[in-house]
């Protein structure tokens, strides 16, 4: 079994940046592929950014290209979302997912392609 948390969540202003982090516990994590996720009320769950379990594999929607860099820390099990230049259209609930890879270069870029999710951090972008 996997479990994820999410950590890093909270109220910042337009224009600021905030790093979330997903402390991954269970199974090996440099067999991970993680993804992260945000949803806003009413709204599908949107993919964001997603790194392999070597960390050279990345990907990144293309509507937040630019202002989010994932990285991840294999020593520590944790993956990073590093955020800029934020805007109050980034508020929602922000989710890490993971997925057991056999490619140390693969990343998925849909949710259905994760098994594991963590329980969410509310992100809150004040105008």
């Known amino acids: 079994q996997v479990q994820l948390v999410g950590l890093g969540g909270g109220l910042v202003q337009a224009g600021d940046s905030l790093r979330l982090s997903c402390v991954v516990s269970?199974?090996?994590?440099?067999?991970?592929?993680v993804g992260w996720f945000r949803r806003v009320p009413g709204k599908e769950r949107e993919f964001l950014a997603a790194?392999?379990?070597?960390?050279?594999?990345?990907g990144y929607a293309n509507s937040v290209k630019g202002r989010l860099t994932i990285s991840r820390d294999n020593a520590k099990n944790t993956v990073y979302l590093q955020m800029s230049s934020l805007k109050p259209e980034d508020t929602a609930v922000y989710y890490c997912?993971?997925?057991?890879?056999?490619?140390?270069?693969?990343?998925?870029?849909?949710?259905?392609?994760?098994?594991?999710w963590g329980q969410g951090t509310q992100v809150t972008v004040s105008s």
């Open positions: 790194i392999s379990q070597n960390g050279i594999g990345k």
């Open positions: 269970g199974r090996t994590f440099s067999s991970q592929s």
């Open positions: 997912a993971a997925a057991t890879t056999l490619s140390s270069n693969l990343y998925y870029t849909t949710d259905r392609s994760y098994n594991y």
